[in-house]
């Protein structure tokens, strides 16, 4: 498959995200810039078999929406049945005044991977989606939530994770 | 998400990525990235727009069988029906809010030292607004 990312490229044009959240924190008197992640070199993992036998796992930075969640940014599992009629994204860097988060659809999609599923094009759907907190610390996601998501999926013989940050 | 994205990669499990950030995915660099030309907020598509939903999640699950090599990135199908001012306004600094994020930093700043000094160690990051 080619790879249609062209930096150089002039589309409407891709915001610059990394330079717009800089000025924010440096208004907001923040001296040290983030500094994000960055790889030299990244893993593949090919599909070990068709998607139609694979098992999904969903995986957004959305925290439940409830009491704990909305308290206490952590790693959690929620049933994919029901899906949830909301998450809780308040605390996210979304944009806020532009769009909204009502639709859990538009940031999670259980709902049309279950489609899938039941028309056969997708093997199953790990039975709980997971959130993961996106936050200042690299290290946190590297050394705690990650290593549980990891855990997770191995748990529930996930074969192909879908992630979804708002 | 991008470093959770290398780490299950790196222990047998294909991911794909879903979302609006082009420059923040393409520099951590992850296995396959989906970008959706939509505002932050919506990586799965449009609020309520069923039919563009499934068309993007139809095309992760394309970019996860065909991808074949690292770092791959494809653009979805998402459009934003509106305005595109969305590209120009976010986290926007300038004369108009300048005053007032300074303000708003200086309270951020003293409720991370009220957090830290009450046990609460992790920090979001600051939302627009």
Request: proline share 6%.
């Amino acid at each position: 498959m080619a790879n249609d990312y062209d930096p150089d490229q002039d589309y409407a044009y891709d915001v610059e995200y990394m330079e717009r959240t800089r000025n924010y924190y440096r208004a907001q008197g923040y001296n040290s810039d983030y500094q994000w992640a960055r790889h030299e070199d990244t893993p593949f993992q090919p599909l070990n078999k068709p998607l139609s036998a694979s098992k999904v796992a969903v995986i957004t930075t959305a925290m439940p929406d409830t009491e704990l969640g909305r308290r206490q940014r952590a790693v959690y599992s929620t049933p994919i049945d029901p899906i949830p009629e909301s998450l809780y994204t308040a605390e996210l860097s979304w944009h806020h005044g532009m769009t909204h988060t009502d639709d859990v659809g538009s940031f999670l999609p259980v709902a049309a991977l279950t489609k899938l599923v039941d028309s056969g094009a997708v093997g199953s759907i790990a039975s709980r989606f997971v959130s993961l907190p996106t936050e200042y610390s690299q290290r946190n996601t590297l050394q705690k939530d990650g290593p549980k998501i990891l855990k997770y999926c191995q748990a529930e013989q996930v074969d192909v994770a879908i992630l979804v940050p708002l | 998400m991008g470093l959770v994205s290398r780490l299950l990669e790196a222990n047998g499990i294909a991911t794909v990525v879903m979302g609006s950030a082009m420059d923040i995915i393409a520099h951590c660099g992850v296995p396959r990235y989906l970008h959706s030309d939509l505002p932050l907020g919506n990586p799965c598509g449009v609020p309520f727009d069923r039919t563009m939903q499934a068309q993007i999640l139809d095309q992760a699950l394309v970019l996860l069988e065909e991808a074949s090599s690292a770092n791959t990135i494809m653009r979805s199908v998402a459009k934003w029906p509106g305005t595109q001012s969305w590209r120009d306004d976010y986290s926007k600094v300038d004369d108009t809010n300048r005053d007032a994020l300074r303000l708003k930093g200086q309270q951020r700043q003293n409720q991370q030292k009220t957090d830290k000094a009450t046990g609460i160690k992790r920090s979001a990051m600051i939302p627009d607004s």
